[in-house]
């Protein structure tokens, strides 16, 4: 059974600023926001059959569902789960305003903190506000503070420009070469402090407003096959209250991987609906690839984008897609086939 290891919170969708390449839409004119109560319900509800890991609180913008998001990380000071917030330090017109939100975030139990640093972010967010944020968050207790950066050619908001502003050295978490290099040691202080790089991928309003040159395009076969680590394991709970497979971009509304309002106690009981759901069980097992090359096969005449940056890519361009979701649910006993298969491979190599 897929169980999940950690939880994403979307606090809201508004946002204080409007980022071209926003994978959840989100923006100043949106209003759903969640309320404190549903967040620690369904925190609850998920840990009791499980223990979590980590939650991550998101969005939008989090900080501006300020009930939400304290009474969240109370919550998970409470039951001893790691918490983290990622924000894009529009609160941080100050030093002082900067100082009074970070000793209110750790004054309710937040263990790590990510700040969004970027273009994109630049003409809302001053990267002023994140120097300020940084300066504020060392040496006051969290496990870990990180800068968050997309870039691409051509890009201002890069590791070494975020280096050259802060006036540190840092790790970063890819190398120029694309290889994983950082490292998780921390600080003397016991945090660690380091730079999160990525390139954009096609989600959300990126697909449709940022420049080709912008996206890197992943070895189909060697980057995009295989089981997604994400779906149902790492799921997150939307804006509007629902449980969704993943946070990889806005799925509220979408018919295979948003699973119906979470409230009360029925988070859990959404876990165990989407592990009987064929296609959620293959995205997980088998991967968006996989279902994307069925979907080819049985219904050639759907088309789909020639490349793709990520896995989350695929994902998007198959269950985006109503006839694709259509062709697949009427094929789903090859689904239940091909990965089962693989379960009962898995098992036998883990028993």
């Known amino acids: 059974m ?41 925190i609850s509800d998920l840990h009791k059959r499980s223990p979590l890991k980590v939650v ?11 009930g939400a998001l304290h009474a969240g990380i109370q919550h998970c000071r409470k039951l001893g789960i790691t918490s983290r917030l990622v924000t894009n330090a529009s609160w941080a017109t100050s030093f002082p305003k900067a ?8 004054a309710s139990g937040l263990n790590e903190i990510n700040f969004s640093a970027d ?26 503070v990180i800068v968050a950066n997309g870039a691409a050619p051509g890009s201002f908001i890069t590791p070494s420009y975020i280096m050259e502003q802060l006036t540190e050295t840092l790790p ?44 890197q395009d992943a070895d189909y076969f060697k980057d995009l096959s295989g089981g997604c680590p994400h779906a149902v394991q790492s799921p997150a709970l939307s804006p509007q209250g629902h449980l969704l497979s993943c946070c990889g971009f806005e799925l509220e509304g979408n018919g295979v991987l948003d699973f119906g309002a979470a409230g009360g106690d029925r988070a859990s009981n959404r876990i165990e609906a989407a592990n009987a759901d ?16 069925v979907v080819e096969q049985v219904a050639p005449k759907i088309e ?13 361009s198959v269950v985006g897609n109503t006839e694709a979701i259509e062709a697949l649910r009427e094929n789903v006993n090859l689904l239940s086939l091909a990965t089962n298969t693989v379960v009962r491979r898995l098992e036998k190599q883990t028993a």
């Open 2 to 42: 897929l169980i999940p290891q950690s939880l994403t919170i979307l606090t809201t969708s508004r946002c204080s600023a409007s980022c071209d390449h926003c994978c959840m839409n989100s923006g100043p004119s949106r209003t759903d926001v969640l309320d404190g109560q549903t967040v620690t319900n369904v």
């Open 56 to 66: 991550v609180f998101a969005g939008g913008e989090p900080t501006l569902a300020k």
């Open 99 to 106: 100082r009074k939100m970070i000793e209110r975030l750790r």
């Open 119 to 144: 273009d994109y972010h630049l003409p809302d967010v001053p990267f002023e506000n994140v120097i300020r944020a940084w300066k504020v968050s060392k040496c006051v207790g969290f496990s870990g």
């Open 172 to 215: 970063t978490r890819f190398s120029d070469e694309g290889l994983s290099q950082m490292s998780s040691s921390p600080a003397s202080d016991g945090t660690v402090y380091g730079i999160s790089n990525s390139r954009y991928q096609r989600l959300g309003r990126a697909k449709d407003f940022l420049p080709e040159h912008s996206f």
């Open 278 to 293: 064929p296609i959620v069980r293959a995205i997980a097992y088998l991967g968006p690839a996989f279902l994307k090359e």
């Open 304 to 316: 789909f984008p020639k490349s793709f940056g990520s896995m989350c890519e695929v994902c998007q």
